[in-house]
């Protein structure tokens, strides 16, 4: 069982930047892909991207490219989201999530490939 906690959401103007953290606990040891996924209210889940554990394809959405930037720190368990230039449209709950399998079952941007999720933190960008 591995548990992920989120952390660095809060208000920004737009234009502005904030640094999401997702620290894994427990069963870490395996090697696992992280996906950031955002809902705001009342729209679906979107994925916003994935990092892989060391080697391999970053994804990103479209609506991030060139804004936001995966990085994680394997010794310290933990992933990073660095967002830059924010928009309004970007204000949503961000989730990290954890997919331990070793191949891909749905695919990278579904969030049925991801077992382990954090509980969420909000990211609000003022216009």
């Known amino acids: 069982q591995v548990q992920l906690v989120e952390s660095g959401g809060g208000l920004v103007q737009a234009g502005g930047s904030l640094r999401l953290s997702c620290v894994a606990s427990?069963?870490?040891?395996?090697?696992?892909?992280v996906g950031w996924f955002r809902q705001a209210p009342g729209k679906a889940r979107e994925f916003v991207g994935r990092?892989?554990?060391?080697?391999?394809?970053?994804y990103y959405a479209d609506s991030v490219k060139g804004r936001f930037t995966f990085s994680r720190d394997n010794t310290k368990n933990t992933a990073f989201l660095q967002m830059n230039s924010l928009k309004p449209e970007d204000t949503a709950v961000y989730y990290c999530?954890?997919?331990?399998?070793?191949?891909?079952?749905w695919g990278v941007g579904d969030w049925r490939e991801y077992t382990s999720w954090g509980q969420g933190t909000q990211v609000t960008v003022s216009s």
């Open positions: 999530a954890a997919d331990f399998s070793p191949g891909l079952s």
């Open positions: 990092i892989p554990w060391s080697t391999g394809i970053t």
């Open positions: 427990g069963r870490t040891f395996n090697a696992y892909a």
